[in-house]
């Protein structure tokens, strides 16, 4: 039997980047996963994927900015697959915008998806939890901690979900609910290719990694399924900062 065998983790933003990476990770240890994503041509192909080489896994289509598609989602989610115990909360953009660039219409969306999405996953899933003594890893940013890496409208995005899961982690531990963040700085991805678009770019960049090396997806996915596990079980309420060492 496999680590995660009979239980089922809910992805957000999967259906390709670090969320793809981590449904597949649960998928290898045996969960069954669900794609959440508003990508459908994407998110049904990792779901295909996923279901051909380790696990069964669904697609749904939703905006995590729609509180009424997650609820839905929700319900598709209880009816296939009879419960959650793993909820990763991972869906979001970015854009590398200074101050005076940004409009309120791009701030109030980044805003949406991220951080207010955050809130509308943990909310429709909330049920599930507590009955469960599942595990939320919301992925976050090391912006939310440097203030580097996109703009204003997401660095605070991000700060706001490490708001929301410290308020989580006081509420839900006594529940048995485990709840943490991983903070990921630099990965290999299509939000990083945007941000760093050239290959001088993403050499300057390497630079400033002791590590020497950009990130991968698998290296959060990792972190992810280890903080799903019962080895990390006393670790609650926490930011792990994924960065190859750059910030400190
Ligand atoms: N890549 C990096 O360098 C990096 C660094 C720090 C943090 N992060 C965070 O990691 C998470 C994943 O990023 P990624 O690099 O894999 O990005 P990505 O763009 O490769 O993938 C993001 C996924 O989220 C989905 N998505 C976006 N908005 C959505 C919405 N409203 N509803 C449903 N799905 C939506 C997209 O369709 C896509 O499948 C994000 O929260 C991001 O902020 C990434």
Redesign the pocket.
């Given at each position: 039997m496999k680590k995660f065998t009979g239980k089922v983790a809910v992805v957000?933003?999967?259906?390709?980047?670090?969320?793809?990476a981590i449904a597949e990770k649960f998928a290898i240890l045996g969960a069954k996963t669900v794609i959440?994503?508003?990508?459908e041509v994407?998110?049904t192909k990792t779901a295909q994927e996923i279901t051909k080489r380790y696990e069964e896994s669904i697609f749904i289509q939703?905006?995590?900015?729609n509180s009424d598609e997650l609820m839905s989602a929700r319900k598709k989610v209880l009816a296939s697959f009879g419960g959650i115990d793993f909820l990763i909360v991972?869906?979001?953009?970015?854009y590398r915008h200074e101050l005076n660039e940004i409009s309120v219409e791009e701030w109030k969306q980044v805003i949406d998806?991220?951080l207010n999405?955050s809130f509308y996953t943990v909310k429709a899933f909330y049920e599930e939890f507590t009955r469960n003594q599942g595990k939320i890893i919301f992925?976050?940013?090391?912006?939310a901690i440097t203030g580097t890496?996109g703009g204003a409208h997401?660095a605070s995005s991000?700060a706001g979900q490490h708001g929301l899961m410290r308020t989580i982690s006081k509420e839900l531990g006594p529940k048995g609910v485990n709840v943490n963040a991983v903070?990921?700085?630099?990965?290999?991805?299509?939000?990083?290719d945007q941000?760093y678009p050239t290959t001088e770019s993403q050499r300057e960049l390497v630079k400033k990694i002791p590590i020497g090396r950009i990130?991968q997806?698998e290296d959060?996915a990792n972190i992810t399924v280890f903080l799903a596990g019962p080895e990390s079980s006393y670790i609650h309420g926490q930011i792990i900062l994924a960065d190859g060492g750059r910030t400190y």
């Amino acid at each position: 039997m496999k680590k995660f065998t009979g239980k089922v983790a809910v992805v957000t933003g999967s259906a390709k980047g670090i969320g793809k990476a981590i449904a597949e990770k649960f998928a290898i240890l045996g969960a069954k996963t669900v794609i959440l994503d508003f990508d459908e041509v994407a998110g049904t192909k990792t779901a295909q994927e996923i279901t051909k080489r380790y696990e069964e896994s669904i697609f749904i289509q939703v905006d995590v900015s729609n509180s009424d598609e997650l609820m839905s989602a929700r319900k598709k989610v209880l009816a296939s697959f009879g419960g959650i115990d793993f909820l990763i909360v991972n869906a979001g953009i970015s854009y590398r915008h200074e101050l005076n660039e940004i409009s309120v219409e791009e701030w109030k969306q980044v805003i949406d998806i991220n951080l207010n999405g955050s809130f509308y996953t943990v909310k429709a899933f909330y049920e599930e939890f507590t009955r469960n003594q599942g595990k939320i890893i919301f992925i976050t940013s090391g912006s939310a901690i440097t203030g580097t890496g996109g703009g204003a409208h997401y660095a605070s995005s991000k700060a706001g979900q490490h708001g929301l899961m410290r308020t989580i982690s006081k509420e839900l531990g006594p529940k048995g609910v485990n709840v943490n963040a991983v903070a990921p700085r630099v990965i290999q991805t299509d939000i990083l290719d945007q941000l760093y678009p050239t290959t001088e770019s993403q050499r300057e960049l390497v630079k400033k990694i002791p590590i020497g090396r950009i990130g991968q997806a698998e290296d959060i996915a990792n972190i992810t399924v280890f903080l799903a596990g019962p080895e990390s079980s006393y670790i609650h309420g926490q930011i792990i900062l994924a960065d190859g060492g750059r910030t400190y």
